[in-house]
């Protein structure tokens, strides 16, 4: 059986980590392009201005003063502006992409090229034109474009003058922003998503909003889901062909023991993703985040069509990122580990990677059951991957054997997702098919590529471009349609 006839095999990509030419052709600025540099033991700092005119630097997941404006110090370097310049290399990119037989590349859209401070009038005719060109390029090659349309990415004008989605304004701004990008590529674009992890978005860095408690950050993303809603709809009626979906960051969690209590834990902490998708694919809020919002006196103000709203603009499947899995337990003395986005506690049963995520194959699996059994819509594995310290050696190869075999086994797993358990899986795009910015850490040299990018995590190098062993190994599994995997 295994995979479908015209499964979309490809790699996947964001804006922010790879385009660089932060300031070209009349891009604004993201909240991202205040991100500096950081590695696993120090994390990576966001530069900000507060009324009296003093730079600070805080940490990522930290709070920004009220009134604090995003900055960017000319004397401090900024993974996001250089990256691994795709903006004047993407041509070669995309070749090597249809070299390695990709019949779908996931990339995202940067807002703030199209409307440079996200609530302009008329769009930036650059912006438009330059992925007009990478769409372009892609077509030529039989390449599918499956787009996001804002990938962490929040324009900084709208973070500092309205405080980014806690304003309901902002939503009419995206929408502006996804018509503007419907109507424009739609002869070009059949996928989409909307938001990039919309259940991993945190308070000034993602939404662009001060304050960090949750009645703030539950407004905020209640905006998001009426703003992805009409987005839906709306690419719905420009594109009538076309498949749109939303993006979470799905890590199974298992209850740590067979002990009730950690099985209740393992329930309740799964809500965290299951809230967004109960949402977004059901079209309603579920009742026991509507316990929550009242148990902790959250209100969420909604204009009085919203749930309607949410309710037509429904996904037509889900994308994910699948990286790793992580436990529930009630015992809060088990040690904990490093993870996407998260801290989770260690599972004795399996290894982690140099940065400390746990490495679990079968959790794909487990992934797409869980989520097709309780939605019953597509799914599209939109990343995935290992991220590594990989060596180009003198004769300049890359033997990355450690990927070949993760990839492996991960694929291994959701051939058999596909064929025992008989999920609706549309296609598989791993995560940095081309070496990028490392989004925790601002990192160049944690790598997931099939192509190695010669720069450092300083911005440093030569910009060449080399195929690892992978490149070809990863050839072969595509053209065989998953049949010849290791
Ligand atoms: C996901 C994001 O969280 O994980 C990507 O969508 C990110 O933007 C990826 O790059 C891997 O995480 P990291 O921190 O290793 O880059």
Redesign the pocket.
């Known amino acids: 059986m295994g995979f479908r006839d015209g499964f979309l095999w490809g790699g996947a990509t964001?804006a922010n980590?790879i385009e660089g030419a932060f300031q070209s052709d009349g891009r604004g600025l993201t909240t991202m392009d205040t991100l500096t540099v950081g590695n696993i033991n120090k994390p990576r700092e966001i530069t900000f201005k507060t009324i009296d005119g003093t730079v600070h630097k805080a940490e990522r997941l930290a709070s920004i003063p009220e009134g604090a404006v995003g900055y960017v110090d000319p004397n401090d370097y900024y993974p996001s502006h250089v990256a691994i310049d795709f903006y004047h290399h993407y041509k070669e990119d995309i070749k090597l992409f249809a070299e390695m037989g990709f019949k779908a590349y996931r990339m995202s859209i940067a807002w703030t090229r199209i409307f440079p401070n996200g609530n302009d009038v008329e769009p930036n005719e650059a912006g438009l034109a330059f992925y007009d060109a990478v769409f372009d390029e892609c077509l030529n090659y039989g390449i599918e474009p499956v787009v996001t349309l804002c990938?962490?990415d929040t324009p900084l004008y709208l973070a500092d003058h309205y405080d980014g989605w806690s304003s309901r304004e902002v939503i009419d701004f995206f929408v502006r922003y996804a018509q503007t990008v419907f109507t424009r590529y739609k002869d070009k674009v059949k996928y989409w998503m909307t938001f990039?992890?919309i259940n991993?978005l945190r308070s000034w860095l993602q939404m662009g909003i001060h304050a960090n408690d949750d009645q703030t950050k539950f407004q905020a993303v209640h905006h998001l889901f009426v703003a992805s809603a009409k987005a839906v709809k709306l690419c719905h009626q420009i594109i009538p062909e076309a498949k749109i979906g939303n993006m979470v960051?799905y890590a199974p969690s298992y209850a740590m023991t067979a002990k009730p209590e950690d099985v209740m834990a393992n329930i309740i902490y799964k809500r965290q993703v299951e809230f967004y998708l109960d949402v977004m694919v059901k079209g309603y809020y579920p009742s026991y985040k509507l316990e929550e919002f009242e148990r902790h006196n959250i209100t969420i103000s909604m204009e009085e069509n919203d749930l309607n709203i949410i309710q037509e603009g429904c996904v037509d499947f889900i994308g994910f990122?699948y990286?790793m899995s992580t436990m529930s337990t009630t015992d809060t003395s088990v040690a904990k580990t490093p993870g996407?986005?998260m801290m989770g506690y260690k599972n004795p049963n399996l290894d982690v990677s140099e940065?400390g995520w746990t490495l679990d194959p079968l959790g794909l699996r487990i992934a797409l059951c869980e989520m097709y059994e309780r939605y019953h819509v597509p799914l599209f594995i939109v990343?995935n991957g290992l991220?590594a310290v990989d060596e180009l050696t003198e004769d300049l190869v890359i033997n990355d054997d450690y990927r070949i075999d993760y990839l492996t086994s991960h694929i291994k797993a959701m051939k058999d997702a596909v064929e025992l358990d008989g999920i609706d899986l549309m296609g598989y795009t791993p995560?940095?098919c081309i070496d990028?910015?490392?989004?925790?850490?601002g990192e160049m040299k944690?790598r997931?590529g099939f192509i190695y990018v010669d720069v450092d995590d300083r911005g440093q190098g030569t910009f060449k471009r080399y195929k690892k062993k992978s490149f070809d190994w990863y050839q072969q599994v595509i053209a065989t349609n998953g049949d010849v995997i290791g």
């Not at 990028?436 to 850490?441: F, G, H, N, P, R």
């Open positions: 964001a980590q990938h962490f990039n992890e991993v960051m990122s990286y996407n986005n940065w990343e991220g995560w940095g990028l910015v490392a989004w925790s850490t944690k997931y």
